[in-house]
């Protein structure tokens, strides 16, 4: 064959879009590097990245449990001077003693896990989900995956037999699942949440989205509910999941929960699908026994935050035994997750408990974070408010805001001169002026006709927000 | 649709084969987990892992100074207490040193990195690949990757344009190019490597696969080279390369050197390919200008031995610009490769160097493990020649014996009655009688007719090749 171009390599990759890290991101990068060689010429002093969920690029401070059993794990020889630690180094006892039990399980954290990973870490995962929702877990059905999007990738790849097999993706969505789908050369199935409520799930549009994809011929296998999310922040009702629940069990649909922003939940409570379906499972077993269900979780985001570290889980309700094997074979062909990444995932399900000698400061953290991103969001859904054409919702939790924007004509033909859809152009223009980088809506999927962008709320202060309110009425009084 | 079944799931998943980690190693995990239980009836007491390249699991310890400095980037509070780290806990100051520049680098290893790699490492690596070939690389065509794996699964997704897409592999091979081509729905050309020759390179032998294939319709892409071999520890010559270079220049073949085992070399001198291509460029520009050169690292194999951590890197030479955004685009979406791992990438390409603090231990510790490593082959080499009907080459390097065997009719009978190939059966009745756990050489491929093992030389002391040697005498004796 000729050389590699664009027109010859795999036309899959080529159509798969993944605007989080795309022209906006590598544009805010090369500016940064341009800061840090000392340039001037930029109107601004630093880069904010508000397009990437990535609590510890920013300001959060990591868990200092987690990461004093981290540095043992790393140099077990520390262990040789537990009195050094204790006295002068800051760590307590129950680090030490973690530390022991994870080198006990693991061995050496630079040597490959078992492929679905670490069997004691699957049973404490177990514990936990099992105090989490009230019914026991099985450790044998948990596989730990390097990150949450290494597990959709693993799921994706077993549902998606051919181009007609399809995949119901909530739009708004995180662009992981649209972009693997157009990898695997499947069909993604959009179905729209509702803006009107809060972004909350409508069953009739699902069934809408289902009944038209399957009268096009679509073969849809699964539904994928993103829950808190991302990028609209929406935590489901109990009701809400029943009823997605009822629809998965009437046509015989997979559901896979994406649920990583499980603790970032500022208003009302996390309800897991794993419990509500088990709940349904024993109200009514010939209904719902057989529901597939895959639950996913990460240590990326919440208090946790260690997404750099690449870990994360799911857990499978209901599937066949041959397809697990399929599975499994699936994953132990990269080996497996990092092992490091395994050991936090432990650390995040098992937590010290009070009483235990680092609780109290554990405590003390994992609430400062939580309180100060609930108060991020607020700041920045009050400046959103005093924005004109802006419109916002209450925040509710994961790590993001997803304001509507109305923009003047002019923008609109400028956008069009500019070859950029309107919202993409918008945030184009301020990344230019403020430094200030955002996800234009049209990367996660909106109604035809709105615009939004998503930003994180994850950046310190309110300097930066003052950016984009000053940005945003010369930007409206340069196109009105 | 209905529940997922073997029969409606993903087929090209379920048709991948990969048996390092396929029905042996599922059975040598259950035996280990019924001997931690303290079951007394297996007819040994320890399950050895020869069947995968895991260092650590096995007797390799980890290099000091990488895990001194990775302690510190889990918890950098430990540099509030610098000399206690230095008088008390065996820090040396470049240890220090090399922790805050990657930490000033990297910021927190708990925050995502930029999607191809952290700068300042992809900058060292193109150190070391300037310092081991003697020609200047660009950081900007370098990108870390989770281990060798994650970019080999990277460029295959890239190559693979269509089920006619073939690439060249090597027989035998490391069976995550099959598998991973498999999942892609794509082509395996095979190409045998010459056994006769110590598992060299034969030219006529890969033009005839090649032109084969061509004449079956299959759109050849590229060639996988594995040098070091795996599972052969075959080292090539600057002439072999030189002749696979040659051929994908006339052919515009991509090449894809794995070159994985780079330093695990006994016999002879490892080239790169990198550097072949190189020197032939400056001799014939015109011929070699274009080649596109994938080449491929990892921290897992060698003396570092850090499979656990993920980390890798792979570099391209002569790719399209176009091509490399896309590469960038489908890195970006699994987001990045594991922070610390991409640290241990800086740590290896970037040792302690004569006259730096920690560079006495790290030489000893280095010259340590490569002395273990050819001693344990050696005697291995030697246990196998004494074996009826078993045939091996000198050890030459990475970190595997692929030894031939012939076995009487009796056991090949036995083995079809199992419903088993001849090696697979061997395999499997050697670890239900010796809880040693090898690779049968179908799982890696080998000419029709012929029957190979794979073992690791990790595992310390002789006592389990006195068992191996022990039950293929029993073995031998009771099917001729």
Chains 1, 2 share one sequence.
């Not at 171009?5 to 795999?10: A, H, V, Y």
């Not at 896990?113 to 105090?131: T, Y």
């Not at 949450?148 to 995180?174: F, K």
């Not at 269900?293 to 946790?304: E, N, P, R, T």
């Amino acid at each position: 064959m000729g050389r590699l171009t664009l027109g010859n390599i795999n036309p899959h990759v080529v159509e798969a879009k993944y605007a989080v890290r795309g022209e906006l991101a590598v544009k805010s990068e090369v500016y940064r590097a341009k800061l840090r060689k000392g340039d001037k010429d930029l109107p601004f002093k630093e880069v904010i990245s508000a397009n990437i969920g990535n609590p510890q690029q920013l300001d959060q401070k990591p868990i200092t449990f987690f990461r004093q059993v981290l540095s043992i794990l790393e140099n077990p020889k520390l262990l040789e001077h537990e009195d050094v630690l204790l006295s002068t180094l800051g760590y307590k006892t129950d680090v030490i003693a973690r530390a022991k039990w994870l080198l006990s399980h693991v061995g050496s954290v630079g040597a490959y896990s078992a492929s679905a990973g670490i069997p004691a870490i699957k049973e404490s995962i177990a514990k936990f989900l099992e105090e989490r929702d009230g019914f026991p877990a099985d450790p044998s059905h948990i596989y730990l995956s390097g990150g949450a999007s290494s597990g959709v990738n693993t799921l994706l790849h077993i549902l998606c037999a051919s181009p007609t097999s399809g995949i119901l993706i909530p739009i708004p969505q995180y662009p992981l699942y649209t972009a693997s789908l157009s990898v695997l050369n499947a069909t993604s199935v959009p179905y729209y949440l509702d803006e009107a409520s809060n972004w909350g799930t409508s069953l009739d549009t699902i069934k809408e989205a289902y009944n038209t994809a399957k009268d096009n011929g679509t073969d849809v296998r699964a539904i994928v509910i993103i829950n808190p999310g991302n990028p609209t922040g929406a935590s489901l009702s109990e009701a809400e999941i029943r009823s997605v629940l009822e629809f998965a069990a009437q046509e015989k649909l997979v559901v896979m929960a994406d649920e990583v922003y499980q603790t970032n939940v500022f208003v009302g409570k996390f309800h897991s699908f794993r419990q509500v379906l088990l709940r349904l499972q024993q109200e009514d077993p010939a209904k719902f026994g057989d529901v597939e269900l895959a639950s996913l979780h990460s240590i990326s985001k919440g208090m946790v935050g260690e997404c750099g570290h690449r870990g994360g889980y799911f857990e499978l309700l209901g599937f066949d035994k041959e397809v697990e094997e399929q599975i499994y074979k699936f994953v132990s062909i990269t080996l497996c997750a990092p092992v490091i990444g395994q050991c936090l995932v432990e650390l995040m399900v098992n937590p010290p408990r009070p009483g235990d000698p680092s609780h109290e400061l554990y405590e003390r953290e994992y609430g400062a974070i939580f309180r100060g991103l609930r108060e991020r969001a607020t700041a920045l859904y009050e400046a959103f408010k005093e924005m004109e054409g802006v419109e916002c919702g209450e925040p509710q939790g994961s790590m993001y805001l997803f304001p509507s924007i109305r923009l003047p004509a002019g923008a609109l033909e400028a956008a069009a001169r500019d070859g950029r859809s309107p919202d993409e152009f918008y945030c184009m223009r301020l990344l230019e002026a403020t430094g200030v980088c955002l996800v234009p809506g049209s990367g996660f999927g909106q109604k035809e006709g709105t615009l939004h962008f998503r930003t994180t709320f994850l950046a310190p202060g309110t300097e930066w927000v003052g950016r984009i309110k000053k940005f945003h009425k010369e930007f409206m009084d340069e196109f009105r």
